[in-house]
C-alpha cells in the first residue's frame, strides 16, 4: 500500500515537473519570440504550449481513467485517456497548419531579418538547461517507479532537446550574418510536431474503436490458452484495447461429458492463466461442448 502512494507521489511529482518546466521555457520563449519575431521560435514556443497542455490533461484524464467501474460505466473509464489524447493531437494538428503557413509566408519574403537574434540564442540555451534537468529528473522516477507514462513523456523531451539546439544553430546562423533560413527551422519543427501527434491520434483511435490487441499479444494469448489441460480448442478470439485495460473473450471447446464443476474448473484455470500473463486483462469466457 505505501509503494502504490509512492508511486503516485513519484508521477505526480514528474508531471508536476514537466508542467513547471514547460512554463518556464514557455515565458522565456514568448518573450524571445516577441523581440525577435522569429518563426522557428513561435513553432518552438508552440512545442511548449502543447507539451503542458498536454502534461495537464494528461493529469486529469489519468485521475478520470483510474477511477473504478461505477453503475454507469461498467466497463471502467479507460478510454478517458483515449478522448484526452484524441482532443489534444486534433489541437496540435490544427495548430501546425497555421505555423506552416505562417513559415511559407516567411520563405516568401526575401529579406526577412531576425532582430535580436541574441535573445534567441539565450532562450534556446535556457531550453536546453531546463529540459536536460528535466530529463535528468525523469529518469531518476522511472528507475524507482518503472512508468510508463514517464517514460513515454520523458522521450519526448529527448527529442525536444535536439529540437531546441536546432533552435540554437538557428540563432547562432543568424548572429553570424546567415539570414534566411528562419522559415526552414520552423517547417522542420512543425513536422516534428506533426508525427508527434500523429502517434498520438493512432493509439487514441485504436482504443475508441475496439482494435485488437498487438499481434505478439494475440499470439501469446493464443499459446496461453491452448496450453491449458482439458481444452480441445478454441474459436472466435476477440481482444480489444480499452486503455487501461483489455478486454480478451473467446469459445473455448471442452468435452461435452465432463460434470459442470469440472467444466467451470478448466475455464477458470484459462482465465487465471492469462491473468497472470496479463495483469490488465479481463476475460469472458463462453463453453461450447464437443
Ligand atoms: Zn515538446
Ligand atoms: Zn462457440
Not at 49 to 72: G, H, K, W
Not at 96 to 103: A, P
Not at 260 to 265: I, K, R, T, Y
Amino acid at each position: 500500500m505505501s509503494d502504490n502512494s509512492n508511486y503516485k507521489r513519484l508521477v505526480k511529482l514528474a508531471s508536476y515537473a514537466a508542467i513547471s518546466a514547460a512554463l518556464l521555457m514557455l515565458l522565456f520563449k514568448g518573450f524571445a519570440w516577441y523581440v525577435t519575431g522569429s518563426a522557428t521560435l513561435l513553432a518552438s514556443l508552440s512545442d511548449s504550449v502543447f507539451d503542458m497542455l498536454a502534461s495537464l490533461t494528461n493529469l486529469i484524464a489519468i485521475r478520470i481513467a483510474l477511477t473504478p467501474a461505477d453503475d454507469n460505466h461498467k466497463f471502467g473509464h479507460g478510454k478517458a485517456e483515449a478522448i484526452a489524447g484524441l482532443a489534444q493531437s486534433a489541437f496540435i494538428l490544427g495548430s501546425c497548419v497555421l505555423l506552416v503557413l505562417h513559415s511559407v509566408e516567411k520563405l516568401g519574403q526575401t529579406s526577412t531579418s531576425i532582430a535580436f537574434p541574441v535573445w534567441g540564442i539565450y532562450a534556446s540555451l535556457f531550453s536546453v538547461l531546463v529540459t536536460g534537468i528535466l530529463i535528468i529528473f525523469q529518469s531518476w522516477v522511472v528507475k524507482q517507479t518503472n512508468s510508463l507514462a514517464v517514460k513515454a513523456d520523458s522521450l519526448h523531451y529527448r527529442s525536444d532537446l535536439l529540437m531546441n539546439t536546432g533552435v540554437l544553430v538557428l540563432f547562432s546562423l543568424v548572429a553570424f550574418g546567415y539570414q534566411g533560413f528562419d522559415g526552414w527551422f520552423a517547417i522542420a519543427i512543425a513536422i516534428y510536431l506533426v508525427s508527434g501527434a500523429w502517434q498520438i491520434l493512432k493509439l487514441s483511435v485504436n482504443a475508441l474503436m475496439d482494435h485488437e490487441l498487438e499481434s505478439h499479444v494475440v499470439e501469446q494469448i493464443t499459446q496461453q490458452i491452448s496450453q491449458v489441460q482439458g481444452i480441445k480448442g478454441f474459436h472466435d478470439l476477440r481482444t480489444r484495447d480499452a486503455g487501461h485495460t483489455w478486454f480478451v473473450q473467446c469459445h473455448l471447446e471442452i468435452d461435452k461429458t465432463l460434470p459442470l464443476e469440472q467444466a467451470h474448473a478448466i475455464t477458470t484455470n484459462a482465465e487465471l492463466a492469462l491473468k497472470q500473463r496479463y495483469p490488465k486483462i479481463e476475460v469472458i469466457l463462453h463453453q461450447d461442448p464437443v
